[in-house]
């Protein structure tokens, strides 16, 4: 089974902008606490390489710690690594794939959006 491609390509995938949110951890709070207010469990976190990096790098609760598809962990969700993502992009899935988030990061595209 293919997990990124179920994600990236879902077409049931929800667009958010994020405009609240201190730190990058209040960023991350806000895709879990989505999937979470849909009576599910965040399985599954898919971003690129940098802001993958970003990740391990600024949340001390998560682990780099390979193993199959996977890179590590944050919380309940494994990460995967997906180049097909842009650095304002990290995708949020259930592990059913029924509820798939796509939070965009760019500040300049949340400004503007009318939300």
Same mark, same amino acid.
């Given at each position: ?8 390509y ?11 949110? @201190?730190?990058?951890k ?6 879990? +606490? ?8 965040? +399985? ?7 802001v993958?990096k970003?990740?391990l790098?600024?949340? *001390? ?15 309940? +969700? ?10 304002? *992009? ?5 592990n +059913?794939?029924?509820v ?5 990061l760019?500040?300049? @595209?949340?400004?503007?959006a009318?939300?």
């Amino acid at each position: 089974m293919e997990i990124v491609p179920d994600i990236i390509y879902s077409k049931i995938k929800t667009s958010l902008y994020c405009k609240g949110g @201190e730190t990058f951890k209040d960023l991350l709070n806000y895709g879990f +606490a989505y999937i979470e207010q849909k009576d599910c469990i965040t +399985a599954y976190i898919v971003s690129n390489s940098r802001v993958m990096k970003r990740i391990l790098g600024e949340i *001390q609760d998560s682990e780099l710690k390979p193993e199959k598809h996977y890179i590590g962990s944050l919380w309940t +969700a494994k990460l995967l690594l997906s180049d097909k993502l842009f650095d304002s *992009q990290i995708l949020f899935s259930d592990n +059913a794939f029924s509820v798939v988030v796509n939070l965009n990061l760019n500040l300049k @595209e949340v400004e503007n959006a009318n939300i």
